[in-house]
């Protein structure tokens, strides 16, 4: 199972940046859709971004515009480059992978990683 290690977050004050970056390991990173997803305490985890393989990017109704989804197959990596950020931001985010369907569906079949936590306060 492809598994994934997050990192790029931090504290961070509203309206600021951050660049979060996804290691993946196994040979299918180039051959399925790329996940971005959040979680807050007692929240469900929510989807943020996606890439497909052909790196067409979609995101969520409420990061739109603020975010950006890529990737480099080359280096099995994904990045999400997060700006204008708000405190409702707030959250551990974690990458995974898997047909598009299933990643927009919320069942990626990669294992969880630990995620980076991203804290957006003044």
């Known amino acids: 199972q492809v598994q994934f290690v997050e990192s790029g977050g931090g504290l961070v004050q509203p309206g600021g940046s951050l660049r979060l970056s996804c290691a993946a390991s196994g040979s299918i990173f180039s051959k399925n859709a790329i996940a971005w997803y959040r979680r807050t305490p007692g929240k469900e985890r929510e989807l943020v971004a996606v890439?497909?393989?052909?790196?067409?990017?979609n995101y969520a109704d409420s990061m739109k515009g603020r975010v950006t989804i890529s990737r480099d197959n080359a280096k099995n990596t994904a990045y999400l480059e997060m700006n204008s950020l708000k405190p409702e931001d707030t959250a551990v985010y974690y990458c995974n992978l898997g047909s598009l369907v299933d990643v927009l569906n919320g069942r990626p079949s990669g294992a969880w990683g630990q995620g980076t936590q991203v804290t957006v306060s003044s």
């Open positions: 890439i497909t393989t052909s790196s067409s990017g």
